[in-house]
């Protein structure tokens, strides 16, 4: 199943108050808030405020243990993950990179999170193309075929902005 350290939290309704899986948005903003916050060196404020400067951002994200280089409004196709519904909101808060075409800010191994927001939402559940796998014995006239789908969620990113600090 899902371990835990999958790397998005819900918006929608609190399922599972043992895992970090699902919260709803006014008690992801509740952990935020209660979380000290980070002081800032001017120099880590200004390189910041560069990157702000910028006009498009990307950000390489891990979802289920698998990295996606994301931008906003790209479409993210991965396995499918039956928690979700079609119109969930995602806030994605493993982020490896974040950059732009002339700054980058990498994260040992994550970046913190009070210095973007990223958001999804499931757009559909897909079921992906139809393999035909063939078992056959050697010799013998038996043959075996069975047939396989895959099934994804596509994401769309909806919302990619980096946050201004205060140093």
């Given amino acids: ?8 939290l819900r918006l929608g309704a609190a399922r ?12 992801a903003a509740e952990q935020a808030a209660a979380r000290a916050p980070v002081k800032w060196s001017p120099k880590s404020a200004d390189l910041v405020s560069r990157l702000r ?6 950000a390489t994200v891990v979802i ?3 990295p996606f280089t994301v931008t906003q409004n790209d479409i993210i196709i991965m396995d499918r993950i039956r928690e979700l519904e079609l119109g969930d909101s995602l806030a994605l ?3 490896t990179e974040l950059g732009s ?7 040992q191994p ?17 079921d992906g193309k139809q393999f035909t796998v063939t078992k056959k014995k050697r010799r013998t006239a038996s043959q075996k075929v069975t047939y396989h789908r895959n099934h994804h969620t596509m994401l769309r990113v909806s919302l990619l902005d980096v ?4 140093a």
Avoid at 53 to 58: C, F, G, R, V
């Fill in 1 to 8: 199943m899902l371990g835990a350290a999958w790397s998005a």
């Fill in 16 to 27: 599972s108050p043992a895992r970090a899986l699902h919260t709803t948005a006014t008690a």
């Fill in 53 to 58: 400067d910028q006009q498009k951002y990307y």
């Fill in 64 to 66: 289920k243990g698998r």
């Fill in 93 to 95: 808060n493993q982020v």
């Fill in 101 to 107: 075409r002339d700054y980058t800010i990498k994260g």
């Fill in 110 to 126: 994550y970046i913190d999170p009070s210095l973007y927001r990223i958001e999804a939402t499931v757009i559909e559940h897909a």
């Fill in 163 to 166: 946050n201004k600090i205060g």
